[in-house]
């Protein structure tokens, strides 16, 4: 007795696992209901030892960098997103195929309805589990939970039907004549190769439809319109040093801000019910509504770099830009925090949490409850509706899309820091060559370079430039934004023709020089000097 042949099997189960995957994405665009994707990424990533996750983190960025891959957090970020489909069509293949050789051992074989039927049992048996962890890590889906369950469990019956469905149809000839004539039915269907042509094509035409729509949505749905003035006025409008062609935006716009966070996709946080709860060994526990922050605390602006950890010395997980709150010592106030209460566990929409010490608060008027950028409140993707900025601090130990605040008596250890980082994550001072303007000589004998240094709060107060291994030179620092951003540089080098690399090197305002000793970013923070080559011809 002939079976159906493995190729057809695996066949089958790609295009079904391609169709399953493309339509749970498409409709995770339109309707933003949960993509079970990125709910069993979430869970993987989230349950993964802090050791192979930081691996992974690591082994991301440097294959990004090293094949030049665009802007890392983009990129990284995508990554995540095609390992999410990429988990869940290995899940949804490898359970169709198990299903097929288990239908393909059986002794009787399946009538059409029983191999509906099985087919159903099978989109029940995989569906339950994936929706339930879809549902459970879902924070980003705007529709009532309801609807996502019965959509998810649609979506998956309506594939394992497909399954039995195309097992049934797959069954060699004359074992269907055998059934329909002790059925005593006639006989009408299709080949083998022509049902799978048709499946093939119809996964072919689904994938293209839904990937125009994701680009389409993609391309034209946005948080908020950029502020028009927010790069416009900066304090610094007057220093006399431009910067050298090529050098990095000294202003980040909100839009082009690095994006750094733990979610395949941000959590939605709605504007209308939030308020913030905060809890813990406080005399007057309250729950606060965003509007409540904003009109009863004095707003402040500060113009703020920020980097994150993983970032490598020379890399582009570092921005500038205007951020707008209230100090958190006003929470302090509100709240009254009892003597024992030491830290306030942040906890945020996303499953983040960290902590920060009550005494800094009180010290620092400039940690800062964020929740506007660039002049426009946050987006979703930066951390609507609230971000907490500590001072010289990486971006790790600040959490976004906060939704509750616990005072404390003890330290905890945060979410990152459970996973192997640094406690503290204190900045390190790091200095960049962005560009050898080789194009741009000025008067035929001085080549401009520039970068930028930065030392979290800390400042800069000398930048030195070295040219193959000749002596360090003194660069020109243009005055920085603020106290807490980074400092463009510019040096003119007198150039001689050839092929030059440029290093550069950077001290703090009291003269502590940058740590030179090459080191990853794990645990602590990237630290070394960087260099760029260049070719000059005279």
Known sequence: MKKISLLSILMVNIFLAIVLNVILFTAQRLFT???????????????????ILTFGIDSMIG???????????????????????GLLFVLVFLSGLVYWLLMRRLAARPSRRRSLISGLILGLVIGLPISAVAISFDRASTVQPIFSVVWLFIAFIVWGAAQGYSYHTLLPKEQLADQLSAANLSMQGIDRRTFLIRLGGATALITVIGAGLSHYLVDNTSSVAPSSDGASNLPNANDPLI??????????????HYRIDINA????VEAATYKLDINGLVENPVQITLAEIQQNYASVDQYITMSCISNDIGGDLISTTRWTGTSMQHILDLVKPKPEATYIKILAADGFDEVVA???IRQDERIMLAY???????????GFPLRIHIPDHYGMKQPKW?????????????YWVRRSWDREARVKAVSVVDKVAVKNVIDGKLVPIGGIAWAGA????RVEVKVDEGTWQQAQLRAPLSDKTWVIWRYDWPFTSGDHSFTVRCFESDGTPQIEALATSHPSGATGLQSLKATING
Do not use: C
Request: charged share 25%.
């Open 402 to 414: 906060i939704t509750s605040m616990e005072f404390i008596d003890s330290w905890e250890p945060g």
């Open 458 to 461: 800390r400042g800069i107060s």
């Open 358 to 360: 009550v005494d800094a």
């Open 33 to 51: 209901t949960p993509f079970p994707a990125f709910g069993l990424f979430d869970l993987v990533s989230r349950s993964l030892d802090g050791r």
């Open 63 to 85: 294959v990004i960098r090293f094949l030049h891959l665009g802007r890392t957090d983009t990129a990284a970020k995508l990554a995540e997103q095609l390992m999410a489909a």
């Open 372 to 382: 506007a950028w660039d002049g426009e409140p946050l987006t979703t993707a930066h």
């Open 265 to 268: 996709v941000p959590p939605n």
């Open 243 to 256: 910067p050298a062609p090529g050098t990095r935006p000294e202003y980040t716009r909100a839009k082009d």
